[in-house]
């Protein structure tokens, strides 16, 4: 799933692109976890490449997820800060939903990848 323009301003379209986050992340991990049952598949270079890309992969979007909430973040407090308030309000600028999940500790932490 994208997150577009119409994304950030839909509540309830957001709300789906968050669950769709958790739900990678638990996908990722559940593939960790079969892993680890089956040590041939471990030595497999083929399965190491790709676990090397995924480690890649949820780095970039961790890198991006903080970005994003950093940068909504500063634009929630230019909405609400006075005098940049009320040339907000005059142009209908409102504030944006920052981005949550459930267990934010364990999606904050890079994903390990053990060989």
Known sequence: MQATPQTLNDPASFEKFQAAQGELTSALSKLMVVVERYPELKSDRNFRD??????????????????????????????????????????????????TVENEAA?????????
Request: aromatic residues 12%; positive net charge; hydrophobic residues 40%.
């Open 50 to 99: 790709l676990q090397a890309q995924l480690e890649g992969t949820e780095n970039r979007i961790t890198v991006a997820r903080n970005r994003y909430i950093a940068a909504v973040r500063e634009y929630n407090l230019v909405v609400r800060q006075f005098p940049s308030n009320l040339t907000a309000k005059m142009f209908g600028y409102v504030t944006k939903p920052t981005f």
């Open 107 to 115: 999606i904050a932490k890079p994903p390990e990848v053990k060989f």
